[in-house]
């Protein structure tokens, strides 16, 4: 054992009064009410901790991509269909709410596993 470490719970009498225990440590009969978070493992061996982020990152890019499509689409919807600007909002907010619900049940199914 090295001399200068002190171990936690012992007393270190170079530096401390006799029979103290060390204000640095807790107390070993004590249970610590701020644990230490456990240490992130090393990264995958098959090198995959890519994956999620890539994905993450894809589907992002189809979120921006479907809404400026719908964007870009609505001076064509109103020209056709003749409708005004709360109809061009129907229309966005709908779109919306559809991809909203097919996204979480897709993110649903791939919890479960189906294809």
Known sequence: MNPGRMNP???????MNPGRMNPGRMNPGRMNPFP?????GPASPGGASWVPLLAVSLGYF????????VN???????????????GLQWVV???T????????SAGVAGDHGAP
């Not at 189809?62 to 499509?69: G, Q």
């Not at 709410?97 to 979480?104: M, P, S």
């Open 93 to 95: 907010d709908g779109y």
């Open 36 to 40: 230490r978070p456990p240490r992130p």
């Open 72 to 86: 870009l689409a609505l001076p064509a919807l109103r020209q056709d269909l003749g409708g005004g600007i709360t």
């Open 9 to 15: 719970g012992r007393m270190n009498p170079g530096r």
């Open 97 to 104: 709410l559809a991809f909203a619900a097919l996204l979480l």
């Open 62 to 69: 189809m979120v921006i991509l479907d809404a400026t499509a």
